[in-house]
Every structure is written in structure tokens, then in C-alpha cells.
């Protein structure tokens, strides 16, 4: 038996010129070009947020529109993210879970080191502008404007408000979507006339804004949770809805 076999396998030559032509072949796979968010797809519309002395009261509805069809009805656009903030989601809500999932990891992250040290309202605000900023200089922002509802460490109310290029501000009351044309002149004139506004004050205060956007604006719902941060708790309610009265639809004019 021979120890050696004439049949090597010797490496093949490679002619980069067949290389070179089947890389402009017509039909030679091409990579899809990286691709960006062009515009939202299901949305939420307003958040609505008030502060008082007690505490912070922030509202939305339960809508999630696709384009202008209701299509999901039972999208939670409030979330807690600790003891002492939570934050409501305008615009893409896909955008928004990703947010969401952020948040919980840093949640998860504190809660692992274990050293008693959390993130509050104004740190949460802050990074927030951060991460919306960054994004909208790569050329993708996420679609998002947040409210940041909460307290800071020294127990003092907070209420911040962050658009989708970074822009961030604080104020006594914040509105987003359409709420920020119809319910911020109510939520301020309501302050003005009630500067003493209790918790209680500002959630009915809150309904009220918030049947009027029913009346008013077609991408919001007659089903909204209101959440609240005061004395150290946060909560969000159940979905409720308010009472209605198309009755006042007779009243406006000028519209035949």
C-alpha cells in the first residue's frame, strides 16, 4: 500500500477578476441600507401633569391609534418606574416600550447593588434628556415626549417634561399632544384661582381635562388612568372613565 496518495488537494487559484465580476453581477445579493424610524406608527396622544404641594398628579388615556383607527384600546402609557417617580409616554409607543424596558433594567441594576441608593425624579428627568438627545443626534430619535412625574430626595414634588430632540424643562403643570393647546390653559388657570390645589383637587381637575380632550381631540379616549405621587407612595390607578354629555355639542357655531 502506498504511504502517499497522488491526489493532493492542493488550494485552488483565485482569480480575483471572477471574484471582482460576480460582486457586479446584476443579480449579486445587495445588504439593505440601515433603516431609521420615518414616523410613528401607533401612537398615544396627551399626558397631562400638575404639581402640587402634597405631591404630583399625572393622567393619559388608554388608547394606542393606528394612524387614525382606534385599534388598541388597553395601552398602559403610565408607568412606575420607583417609589418616587413615574412617567408618562407621547407618540410612538413602540418608542415608549423601549424607554420602559431601559428603566427596568436600571430599577433591576439599583436593586442588585443593594446599597440603599435610588434614582429620583430629577435624576431620572435628567437622563431621560440624555438618551433622547443622544439618539436624535445619530439621526434616529425615538418619537417619544416624557413626562416625569415624581419627588426628589428631599421629599420635594417634581413635574419635568422631555421632548423628542432633548429639550427638557420643569414646570407646575405640563401637557403634551393636543392637551398642550386645550388642557394647559386649564390646568393653569385652575392653579391660579386654587394656588393651595390638594391631591384630591387635582385628579378631579384632571378628569375634567381630560373629558374635554374627549370632546375635542380624535385621537383620545373616554378611558385614562391617573397616577400619583405623594407622601412617599406612587400609584397608578385602574382605567376609569368619565361621565359624559354630548348635549354641549349643539352649543358651538360657525362650524356648518
Not at 106 to 133: E, F, M, N
Request: aromatic share 8%.
Amino acid at each position: 500500500m502506498a504511504l502517499f496518495s497522488n491526489h493532493l488537494h492542493l488550494p485552488k487559484n483565485v482569480d480575483m477578476k471572477d471574484r471582482v465580476a460576480d460582486f457586479w453581477r446584476d443579480d449579486a445579493p445587495i445588504a439593505d441600507p440601515k433603516k431609521h424610524t420615518l414616523r410613528p406608527i401607533v401612537t398615544g396622544t396627551s399626558v397631562l401633569g400638575i404639581k402640587t404641594k402634597s405631591g404630583v398628579v399625572i393622567a393619559a388615556d388608554t388608547l394606542g391609534s393606528y394612524g387614525s383607527l382606534a385599534r388598541f384600546r388597553d395601552v398602559t402609557r403610565l408607568m412606575r418606574v420607583n417609589d418616587s417617580t413615574i412617567i408618562g409616554g407621547f407618540g410612538d409607543y413602540a418608542d415608549f416600550q423601549h424607554i420602559m424596558k431601559l428603566l427596568e433594567q436600571q430599577t433591576i441594576d439599583d436593586k442588585v447593588i443593594g446599597d440603599g441608593v435610588y434614582r429620583d425624579a430629577p435624576s431620572i428627568h435628567s437622563w431621560l434628556r440624555c438618551v433622547l438627545y443622544n439618539r436624535r443626534n445619530k439621526m434616529n430619535p425615538l418619537w417619544n415626549t416624557v413626562i416625569v412625574a415624581g419627588s426628589t430626595y428631599a421629599g420635594e414634588p417634581y413635574l419635568g417634561y422631555v421632548d423628542k430632540i432633548g429639550v427638557s424643562f420643569q414646570d407646575k403643570s405640563v401637557a403634551t399632544g393636543f392637551g398642550s393647546y386645550i388642557a394647559q390653559p386649564m390646568l393653569r388657570k385652575a392653579m391660579e384661582e386654587n394656588p393651595d390645589m390638594s391631591i384630591d383637587d387635582a385628579k378631579r381637575l384632571m378628569v375634567r381635562c381630560l373629558r374635554v380632550l374627549f370632546y375635542r381631540d380624535c385621537r383620545a379616549l373616554n378611558r385614562f388612568q391617573i397616577g400619583v405621587v405623594a407622601e412617599g407612595q406612587c400609584t397608578i390607578s385602574e382605567p376609569i372613565s368619565a361621565e359624559t354629555d354630548w348635549s354641549v355639542g349643539a352649543n358651538p357655531s360657525g362650524y356648518e
